[in-house]
Nanobody, 125 residues
Framework: QVRMVESGGGLVQAGGSLRLSCAAS????????MGWFRQAPGKEREFVAAIHWSGSTVYADSVKGRFAVSRDVTNTMYLQMNSLKPEDTAVYYC????????????????????WGQGTQVTVSS
């Protein structure tokens, strides 16, 4: 049974940093794209960043230059978040692609089958 568990969320002042982790178990995600999404109160869940099984990365325009996604060989993915803004406040979810070995990085929710429970990130002004 696949399980994705996020950690590292919390309360931080604007301009600060946080590092989120996502531990995946129950499957080998080395051949899958893994992604980060977020959902703010009253808004739809949106794409944040993703890392292809080859190591290439894609970011939403709103976080480009501030966030960095990475992964290691233990099926753990990270999201380093710097220069945080109040508008980054949301519940952050990690997700695993539904298909292995894609040639492209997918950024739409419907292409991800495996989800964590989310971790709250709150940025105060």
């Amino acid at each position: 049974q696949v399980r994705m568990v996020e950690s590292g969320g919390g309360l931080v002042q604007a301009g600060g940093s946080l590092r989120l982790s996502c531990a995946a178990s129950g499957g080998n995600f080395r051949s899958y794209t893994m992604g980060w999404f977020r959902q703010a109160p009253g808004k739809e869940r949106e794409f944040v960043a993703a890392i292809h099984w080859s190591g290439s990365t894609v970011y939403a325009d709103s976080v480009k230059g501030r966030f960095a996604v990475s992964r290691d060989v233990t099926n753990t993915m990270y999201l380093q978040m710097n220069s945080l803004k109040p508008e980054d406040t949301a519940v952050y979810y990690c997700a695993g692609d539904r298909r292995p070995l894609r040639t492209n990085v997918v950024v739409t929710l419907g292409e991800y089958d495996y989800w964590g429970q989310g971790t709250q990130v709150t940025v105060s002004s």
